[in-house]
């Protein structure tokens, strides 16, 4: 069965580091690979998405992400967190040729000044 | 371009008692998604629709009933509302066309429903 793992249920960095969220996915072929972002108070937006070709996709507002098929991980990365990146963010899993999607339980992002 | 609307944005219920969220979207989109999100869970699906005019259940429908009369709009329903249905509510929708597309999917904001 398809699952997502986000191993954290929150991180705190402080503005201007880098960032690197981690996600693990299960599922039998290549799956379809998705970063949402979630700020507080409104719906889920989508960060980034990967279903094949590089394995280096980037997204809006300057986060990336790599799709490792060894490791079955798809980690996220910012080189420099700004104090509006404070969200949550979850990683999710479709199926080739499918419409459904599992997600993450989600990694709170905290920015300290 | 409002995207997905939701409907109310925040509800307060007693247990026993009933009520409908409405989901609407204006991309002419044909799949549409009922989840609800509980702390440390992410994400769960609760009903589905691929058109207009057809549901099917998710991975947590018990307690929840649905409706799709029209393409845009996806109602939700508690017939009644029980203390375990305390959660956020999102509404989604995405494409069918072939390819990851179908996979983007695009939310409202969400109902936050607190039951009593």
């Known amino acids: 069965a398809q699952s997502v793992t986000q191993p954290d249920i929150h991180i705190t960095v402080s503005e201007g580091a880098s960032l690197e969220l981690r996600c693990n996915y299960s599922y039998g072929a290549t799956p379809y690979l998705f970063w949402y972002v979630q700020s507080p108070g409104q719906g889920l937006q989508l960060l980034l998405k990967y279903f094949s070709g590089d394995t280096l996709v980037q997204g809006i507002k300057g986060f990336e992400a790599e799709f490792k098929r060894s490791q079955s991980s798809f980690n996220l990365r910012k080189p420099s967190v700004h104090w509006s990146d404070a969200a949550e963010y979850f990683c999710?899993?479709?199926?080739?040729?499918?419409?459904?999607?599992?997600f993450g339980a989600g990694t709170r992002l905290f920015v300290k000044a | 371009n409002a995207g997905v609307t939701q409907t109310p944005k925040f509800r307060v219920l007693k247990t026993g008692q009933s009520m409908t969220l409405l989901c609407a979207q204006d991309?002419?989109?044909?799949?549409m998604y009922w989840y609800r999100q509980d702390p440390g869970m992410g994400l769960r699906l609760i009903h589905y629709s691929v058109g207009e005019g057809t549901t099917a259940k998710g991975e947590v429908p018990d307690g929840y009933n649905v409706s799709r009369l029209k393409k845009q709009n996806f109602l939700l329903g508690l017939e009644s509302a029980a203390p375990s249905q305390t959660s956020v509510y999102f509404c989604?929708?995405?494409?069918?066309?072939?390819?990851?597309?179908?996979?983007?999917?695009?939310f409202g904001a969400g109902t936050r429903l607190s039951v009593l």
């Open positions: 989604a929708s995405s494409f069918a066309t072939a390819g990851v597309a179908k996979n983007i999917q695009y």
């Open positions: 991309m002419n989109h044909e799949y």
């Open positions: 999710a899993v479709g199926a080739a040729g499918g419409f459904k999607t599992i």
